[in-house]
């Protein structure tokens, strides 16, 4: 009896834990197409999340960004270090608010894959709109340790993924430019 004690607690302790992906890394490429975007500059502002969204993996308990920051924060920050890096900040020129369209992991797909999926609507303040969707698969785990900690740690990458999408996307440079 004290063994199925121990075991449940053991289990009711490790259900509670909060996964936290590391702080967002810019990416070299998303940083080269910036640059050799020549006319744009400015900012992201701010994005809502009114699309649902589950944190929690598995029972193991919720994938939550580093440093406290939602969601949103995350992606919009992500978004203003790849602009800073590429010397296309500035927070006198286009600022750019939008919602998170959608936003949904799993980290069982196939057996032993996962996957963030991320879409937004974005919005510039010279009456520009362009939305992306992307979808970024990795490979997760069997065990729901393994794989609730490969979903947290996918999300750098499926954020830098979301941007390369982006600012990539035909429209985006005309997103960007003062009007």
């Not at 196939?110 to 979808?135: A, D």
């Not at 490979?139 to 340790?145: E, H, L, Q, R």
């Amino acid at each position: 009896m004290k063994k199925v004690v121990l075991a449940a607690s053991i289990l009711a302790l490790s259900a509670c834990s909060t996964m936290q992906p590391p702080r967002y890394a810019v990416s070299v490429d998303n940083i080269q197409t910036l640059k050799s975007l020549t006319e744009i500059k400015g900012e992201f502002a701010s994005l809502n999340q009114p699309a649902k969204f589950s944190s929690n993996c598995r029972l193991m308990g919720p994938i939550e960004p580093a440093d406290g920051l939602s969601i949103p924060q995350f992606i919009t920050k992500a978004f203003n270090d790849e602009l800073k890096m590429a010397d296309k900040y500035s927070k006198d020129n286009v600022k750019i608010t939008g919602d998170i369209t959608k936003i949904e992991f799993s980290s069982i797909s196939g057996l032993t894959s996962g996957y963030w999926e991320i879409g937004l609507k974005l919005k510039s303040t010279n009456g520009t709109n362009l939305t992306v969707n992307n979808k970024y698969s990795f490979k997760s785990g069997f065990d729901a340790i393994t794989a609730c900690n490969a979903t947290a740690d996918a999300l750098s990458p499926a954020v830098q993924d979301l941007i390369k999408a982006t600012v990539n996307h035909p429209e985006f440079s005309k997103l960007m430019q003062e009007s």
